[in-house]
């Protein structure tokens, strides 16, 4: 059973360009989780989705970042226009199809830099 | 702000010694994990404890929980230099679907 997958691994970018980061969650989860990690801090939760719902984007700034779950693929996160502050390591997390409370299964991380 | 924080920041120790951290939060929860993560790596699940658990083991870890104080603790014992990583607790609220992680302990452990 393979685990959360990631891609890219890294991926670099010059301001103003927009970032697609991916993530195909484990096999019969439906929760996807997406956080940003920057140097030396924890993770900051930014988006919880379901298979096409976004359930609480609290954690994402309003502007320019954007995460669709479609029925069909894998889970991306979307910054347009890009800003050297964007520069940070992007966790997607899985779990099973229950309510809250399990724990989460995470992918390597994309690492964004922002040129 | 974060809801947990881990203290200390960052930990020395010899192998062969027990690591201790320890976790604050803020709010009610319905449980808390530990994770760890290696240099440039995504995280790993060590232990989920439950609001109404107290302790819990498994294997060279040991967790507990006081929801009065609003505190955990991560004890590994036997330390060995593998156990070199950040360790995070992360908060789940019920009636949420958010984990609220917190700072990060960096621990070391030299050869």
């Known amino acids: 059973n393979a685990g959360v997958m990631q891609n890219p691994r890294h991926l670099v970018r010059r301001r103003g360009q927009e970032a697609r980061l991916r993530c195909s969650p484990m096999?019969?989860?439906?929760?996807v989780y997406w956080y940003r990690q920057l140097p030396e801090e924890g993770l900051k939760f930014m988006v919880y989705?379901?298979?096409?719902?976004?359930?609480?984007e609290s954690g994402m700034p309003k502007e320019r970042f954007s995460a669709e779950f479609p029925k069909e693929g894998p889970s991306i996160l979307r910054i347009q226009q890009v800003v050297r502050g964007d520069s940070a390591a992007y966790f997607c997390?899985?779990?099973?199809?229950?309510?809250?409370?399990?724990?989460?299964?995470f992918g390597p991380g994309t690492r964004l830099t922002v040129t | 702000s974060q809801q947990g924080e881990e203290d200390p920041q960052a930990l020395s120790i010899q192998e062969g010694e027990n690591a201790t951290m320890n976790c604050s939060y803020k709010?009610?929860?319905?449980?808390l994990q530990w994770y760890r993560q290696n240099s440039g790596r995504g995280l790993v699940h060590l232990i989920l404890?439950?609001?109404?658990?107290r302790e819990k083991h498994s294997g060279r870890l040991r967790v507990t929980l006081d929801t009065s104080k609003k505190s955990s603790s991560l004890l590994i014992t036997a330390s060995r230099a593998a156990d070199t990583a950040s360790y995070f607790c992360?908060?789940?609220?019920?009636?949420?679907?958010?984990?609220?992680f917190g700072t990060g302990t960096r621990l070391k452990v030299l050869a």
């Open positions: 992360a908060t789940h609220t019920s009636g949420t679907y958010k984990y609220i």
């Open positions: 997390a899985s779990s099973p199809p229950t309510k809250g409370g399990y724990e989460q299964y």
């Open positions: 989705l379901q298979k096409e719902n976004i359930i609480d």
């Open positions: 096999k019969g989860h439906s929760h």
């Open positions: 709010t009610s929860i319905n449980n």
């Open positions: 404890i439950r609001s109404n658990e």
